[in-house]
């Protein structure tokens, strides 16, 4: 087993709004494993980018940790001064957003988006950062000639390879890549996503990767954590949770994804949709929709559950 | 019989400028959203087009129902042809085609409640009012599975989930008893277990009202589980038409080959293979000369640069525009 780079542990993220406090993320644990790519799957309000932006220390200001820990190295970066959190923000940890039509700043050239990243973790003079830079441009698949573009010329998918760039510069131990391909179309994600795998066999650097298509989870993860309404309910291999899933959340999700086949075959769908999380459901947050929920499911959350090396949380286990 | 039929149906709309940019450069560059689309919907069917975005398919579907005025081209409607009509005779014919948008958060006004939005046709076109329309409206929120429908007969918009929203979207396509609807995207603004509910309600209701669909999709799987055609735009064009099952099993253009070998499968044991073709989607004002495909294809020779190949039938109900067709498969 390899070692845990990162560990969260009772996380609860909640947002004050004017309606009440959203229960984004609700005491959920959760370990990444070095040199792994782990899928964090779920639906759209579930709290999966929540969970990132927490790792990040970026969440925004309506935003309160109502509790538990995250572990990076020995270290609690939740409790660390915002002067430290900002040298591991990109050197050690760093992050993908979604959409790379805004995540670059239009009136900053292509290279400098890099160049900054090197000059503000690294002793090194302009001109070498600039020579990092189009070494590592080049070996994302962008002409070194074009360091001194602007976004606007280039296409989602080039914008989206350099934002990876910024990512993976400083070699970090973890990058968390929220749905980094959904504003891409389908080939160009296929390459980012084949980007993805080949880097992190490169640089043995970690990959959160969180997304709601459950196809890109199958592609490149190595385990998948699947989440809903707020928490974790179950964390395995990702053919673990695509050949057997055990959750009953987990089943619905993978029955509804429709696959490109000629034959068809139902679809089956989860009846109802996610709950309001200001006012989760008692007990289970999934029993309202779940077909196998029992009293219990109403009255108690459950709790961890470890299957054949399987986190799950199921009463029904 | 074939309810719709469009023959070399275009339409190109002038790119936005500003007033010094036209007066320095004195002509009007086109964007080609719909370049030459030829084909027919038989009654009962459910006809997808996939592609990706912008590549017209959104535009080709509101043209179909004249939502968007053709540059050119015929739409026939049921046999009458519909581009020529005047807009009071155009009218009468919307009762029977109907169109179901991509983004149930947008499509629905806010101000206004669910009962009324579903049954606000029914008044437009004179056919009910009052206690009847009521009557109408709630039986096909029933329908459409917004039950009980007297709960949601006054909800507003934002009262419901999205997936409620597009049920309601459903219902009022479908309260003046059309015998056509585009949904154009109808379910990819929602999560995927909602997504399954929607497509197998878009698929009972098609059986139980005899409707025939214009099936509007980026998502190839989506539109294997919906279709009995697919056809394959890009740019601005049929790339490649052909049942279903020939379609997934027999792809005969190299774009149609790269978009399904670029689908990440919810398989772990399928994965992603080498994609053949490279580069992007060249901007629909400047089309590629000869084949519009032609920059990023690997099979490209000097008859694609120069000559466009047409749309033909290279098997039974298989049309294909590749002058490599016979190679690619």
């Known amino acids: 087993m390899k070692d845990v780079v990162l560990s969260i542990r009772g996380l609860k993220v909640y947002y004050k709004t004017r309606r009440g406090l959203v229960k984004a993320v609700d005491n959920v644990d959760l370990d990444v494993y070095e040199g792994e790519i782990l899928g964090l799957v779920g639906e759209s309000g579930c709290g999966k980018t929540t969970l990132g932006l927490s790792i990040m220390r970026l969440l925004p200001s309506n935003a309160i940790i109502a509790g538990g820990q995250i572990l990076f190295k020995g270290k609690d970066i939740l409790k660390i001064p915002d002067e430290e959190m900002r040298m591991i923000r990109g050197k050690d940890i760093s992050m993908i957003f979604q959409d790379p039509m805004t995540s670059l700043d239009p009136l900053m050239k292509i290279g400098d988006h890099v160049i900054e990243t090197y000059l503000s973790h690294m002793p090194v003079k302009v001109d070498e950062a600039k020579g990092k830079t189009m070494e590592l441009l080049e070996k994302l698949g962008i002409e ?25 510069a400083l070699h970090p ?8 391909t959904t504003a891409l179309d389908v080939v160009t994600q296929a390459q980012i996503l084949q980007t993805l795998r080949r880097l992190r066999d490169e640089l043995g650097s970690s990959v959160i990767l969180i997304t709601h298509n459950l196809g890109i989870v199958a592609q490149i993860s190595d385990r998948v954590a699947v989440m809903y309404a707020g928490k974790i309910v179950e964390v395995g291999t990702v053919k673990e949770i695509f050949m057997d899933p055990l959750h009953p959340y987990t089943k619905g999700l993978i029955n509804a994804v429709p696959k490109v086949s000629p034959e068809g075959g139902e679809l089956s769908s989860i009846p109802g949709s996610p709950p309001d999380l200001i006012n989760p459901p008692s007990g289970c947050r999934f029993h309202p929709r779940c077909p196998y929920a029992k009293e219990i499911c109403s009255r108690e959350e459950p709790s961890k559950k470890i299957i054949d090396g399987r986190i799950v949380y199921c009463h029904a286990l | 019989m074939a309810l719709l039929k ?18 320095l450069a004195g002509r009007v560059d086109w964007i080609k959203a719909v370049d030459g689309v030829s084909f027919s919907v038989e009654k009962g069917e459910i006809f997808c087009v996939v592609g990706e975005s912008g590549c017209g398919k959104t535009t080709l579907g509101k043209l179909t129902i004249r939502l968007v005025e053709p540059s050119s081209g015929k739409i026939f409607f049921d046999g009458i042809e519909i581009t020529k009509l005047k807009s009071g005779q155009m009218r009468a014919l919307r009762r029977r085609m109907q169109i179901i948008f991509q983004d149930p958060y947008a499509s629905l006004n806010p101000r206004m409640k669910i009962g009324d939005i579903v049954g606000h046709g029914l008044e437009i076109h004179n056919i ?17 599975g917004l039950s009980p429908p007297e709960q949601f007969y006054d909800k507003y918009p934002h009262q419901l989930s999205g997936g409620q929203r597009q049920r309601a979207a459903i219902a009022r ?3 003046l008893n059309p015998d056509y609807i585009v ?12 997504q399954a509910e929607i497509l197998n309600l878009m698929l009972r209701l098609k059986r139980e009202f005899g409707l025939t ?5 980026h998502d ?18 049929f790339v490649e038409l052909a049942p279903k099952k020939e379609l997934l099993t027999n792809p005969r253009h190299p774009y149609t080959k790269a978009l399904l070998s670029a689908i990440p499968y919810p398989d772990p044991d399928h994965k992603i293979g080498e994609i053949p073709i490279k580069g992007v989607v060249p901007s629909p004002v400047n089309i590629p000369p000869g084949c519009r495909f032609h920059p990023r294809c690997p099979f490209a020779d000097k008859i694609c640069m120069r000559e466009e190949p047409q749309l033909i039938e290279i098997a039974p109900n298989h049309f294909v525009a590749c002058h490599f067709a016979e190679k690619v498969g």
Do not use: N
């Open chain 2, 183 to 194: 949904a154009d995207e109808p379910t990819s603004m929602l999560d995927v277990s909602v």
């Open chain 2, 6 to 23: 469009v023959v070399d149906l275009k339409k190109y709309f002038p790119v936005q400028r500003t007033f010094i940019d036209r007066l």
């Open chain 1, 144 to 168: 070194k000639e074009r360091v001194d573009d602007y976004p606007h010329q280039f296409s989602g998918g080039m914008r989206q390879r350099v934002v990876i760039a910024t990512a993976i």
């Open chain 2, 213 to 217: 669909y214009l099936f509007i999709t």
């Open chain 2, 220 to 237: 190839l799987a989506v539109a294997s589980y919906m279709a009995d055609r697919i056809a394959v735009m890009y740019l601005g064009k």
């Open chain 2, 128 to 144: 009910a009012r009052g206690e009847q329309k009521k009557k109408i409206v709630l039986e096909i929120l029933e329908k459409v």
């Open chain 2, 173 to 175: 396509a479908l309260v």
């Open chain 1, 173 to 180: 131990a973890v990058i968390i890549a929220d749905e980094p």
